[in-house]
């Protein structure tokens, strides 16, 4: 950096870590340096969908399309360099008293490692809608992106074991009783990524499932199952095996 | 910065960058972590009863809780706070597993820290052997526990336990330098696979604040496309920087840049076996500010292309002189 340069620019101090904004992205949002991270995250982002799944697809090709959203597989070429800067970006799937599903804006609030070494999204428990009441948005999906196609962590599986309180553990809808769940989308690819598969956990049932997409449709594998002692300790018993045929997401 | 309009976010005290926190080392691949949550843990803490917890643990915490959670401040969030953790271990052998994130409902919070939290095997001699970090590697959850035996024990520990008052904050023992000869990355490793592109810096020079030469970039495996005005902390960021002699993160200046986005012009397809150069300048450290650059330095760069994707990673050694840099 050219000192004399350097005396021409704008020098503002900041006490929330080393974030850029350097790019902005109307989808995305974040404090302002200095400030808190959101506790409320706007919508929508898209939307509206008639169809959950729908909705669900929409935003698994959104995020992942995102910058650095994946570091593919670990096996792939750079992949420590792309895990060191890839990004996790997090928002809601809700249903709104006009009986569609909406994709909030998506937050990227995440950089709390000076370091690089660890990723997290910081998702914020209440969408605001303007459009709506706030005690007449339902929540349906808390969602996530894994740069790399990694179960889901502890802290997945006690937020959204949280917001279950917070919101309800299902939801009344058009399409009957849908389940509060938490997804972890994830892409085999860097280039161009595509929606190869997700992870979720429902609270309601403590299933643990992992959704891949063949080349024909859609694959659903029961991998876990959590089971709770108190409300903080849980154990998860892990397995491999066909989700049962009336599943859906 | 090439007479470009830009907007820097200095961030000094508040912004130096963390060491990457670990000594120098290369970490132990083979190691696989455990099911953390395999069953249910004895809670270590709970009010009324007694417990006894041996010092050999007590000091794999600390050194988990040293690498992962930062020096307290009163500027961090509750749940960046070192009492804010929980410590989930299980110890194999002589291989402690500690598992650590925040402890749930300690902080009261408007959002969720979805995915926070890492996984560290620590030898009983307090040595990291491995960190996971939701990452590369090292929770498969199907692969068998390395052959240490039978978990001897599984629980969990409240970080009010081991607040640095109780443990103090010194590194591990025999967790010292390597004399060097690995890479300053060392703990993530090094990308897997062949690199992007062939980069170099030539002609470097350092003044004990700033650090500049002509970075060259070769399409190695395919074509390149680049932002040509190569922006110091937009497509040139730096990674880390550690003293020649020790090893050591010193405290270094984070800088950012806002730039407008590359126009046409500005923009290069770089073809198989073409290169590209242009001169980098990096401001590194602040005597004003009252951090003096040490006078060696090894600086790693990352070099992105004009999508933001990295190219490729590249160390370079600068010594002191006595010239400033232009």
Redesign the interface.
């Known amino acids: ?3 004399l ?2 005396a021409r ?7 929330w ?7 902005i992205d109307p989808d995305i949002v974040r404090p302002a ?1 200095g400030a ?5 995250i706007p919508g929508p982002m898209l939307g509206p969908f008639t169809s959950y799944s729908d909705a669900l697809m929409a935003a698994c090709n959104k995020i992942l399309r995102k ?2 959203a994946t ?1 593919g597989r ?13 990004t ?1 970006y ?1 928002a809601w799937i809700y249903y709104t008293p006009d009986r569609k599903y909406v994709v909030s804006k998506l937050t990227d ?1 995440s950089r ?15 969408v605001e809608d303007p459009r709506y009441p706030p005690d007449s948005i339902k929540y349906i999906y ?1 969602l ?1 992106n ?3 196609p ?2 889901l ?4 599986i ?3 074991a ?2 279950g309180e917070m919101h309800g553990l299902t939801a009344d809808t058009k399409d009957g009783p849908l389940r509060l769940s ?1 997804i972890a989308f994830f892409s085999n690819k ?1 280039v161009e990524p595509t929606c190869d598969g997700f992870h979720q956990y429902i609270p309601i049932s403590g299933h643990i499932r992992t959704w891949t997409r063949t080349p024909r449709q859609w694959e659903c594998r029961q991998t876990g199952l959590v089971r709770w ?1 108190n ?6 018993e ?1 397995f ?1 095996r066909p989700c049962a045929s009336e599943d859906a997401p | ?1 090439k ?1 470009m309009p ?7 005290a ?2 130096v ?5 670990s000594p120098v080392q290369r970490e132990d691949e083979s190691i696989q972590f455990p ?7 004895i ?1 270590v803490g709970k009010p009324g009863d007694i417990y006894t917890l041996d010092g050999v643990t007590l000091r794999a915490i600390n050194v988990v809780a040293d690498d992962f959670i930062p020096p307290d401040s009163t ?1 961090l ?1 509750c749940w ?1 706070k070192r009492e804010a953790h929980s410590f989930r271990i299980i110890r194999q052998g002589d291989i402690i597993f500690v ?1 650590v ?5 300690y902080c009261r ?10 996984k560290y095997a620590v030898r009983t001699d307090g040595r990291i052997l491995r ?1 996971s ?5 090292g ?1 498969l ?2 692969l068998p526990p390395p052959d240490a035996g039978e978990p001897d024990s599984a629980y ?1 520990v409240d970080s009010s336990l081991v607040g640095s008052t109780l443990l103090g904050r010194q590194p591990p023992p025999d967790a010292g330098m390597d004399g060097g000869s690995s890479p300053p ?1 060392a ?10 592109a062939e980069l170099e810096l030539q002609d470097i020079q350092y003044d004990g ?2 650090l500049s030469g002509r970075l060259l970039i070769g399409a190695a495996g395919g074509r390149l496309r680049l932002d040509k005005r190569l922006i ?1 902390n ?1 497509s040139v960021n730096v ?1 880390s920087v550690r003293e020649c002699a020790t090893g050591l993160p010193p405290t270094y200046v ?6 407008p986005p590359p126009r046409e012009k500005d923009l290069l397809v770089l073809e198989p076996g073409s290169w590209y150069g242009a001169r980098i ?3 590194l450290f602040s005597q004003a500010h009252g951090h003096p650059g040490p006078d060696c330095i090894d600086v790693g760069l ?1 070099i ?1 292309d004009a ?4 190219l ?2 590249l160390t370079v050694r600068a010594t002191r002189s006595p010239q400033k840099t ?1």
């Open positions: 950096m050219n000192p340069t350097l620019t704008c020098l503002l101090l900041t006490a870590g080393c974030s850029s904004q350097r790019n340096p808190p991270f959101l506790e409320k910058p650095a570091t670990e096996d792939q070429h750079d992949f420590a360099t792309r895990w060191r800067y890839a996790e997090c609030q709390v490692d000076p370091a690089l070494r660890y990723k997290a999204c910081l998702l914020p428990s209440v808390a996530h894994h740069p790399y990694h179960t962590s502890d802290k997945d006690e937020f959204i949280e917001q938490i860097t002692l409300q903080t300790e849980f154990s998860v892990r491999d | 910065m007479g830009t907007l820097l976010v200095l961030l000094l508040g912004c960058r963390t060491p990457d926190s099911d953390f949550h395999e069953r249910f843990a809670t500027d969030p960046r598992s994130s925040t402890t749930p409902g919070l408007g959002y969720g820290l979805l995915d926070y939290g890492a960190r970090f939701g990452g590369p590697g929770d959850f199907s969990a990355d703990g993530l490793g090094t990308p897997a696979g062949a690199p992007r604040e700033n110091e937009v990674h984070h800088a950012d840049s806002f730039p300048h990096l401001w990352t992105d999508e933001h994707q990295p490729g990673m232009p």
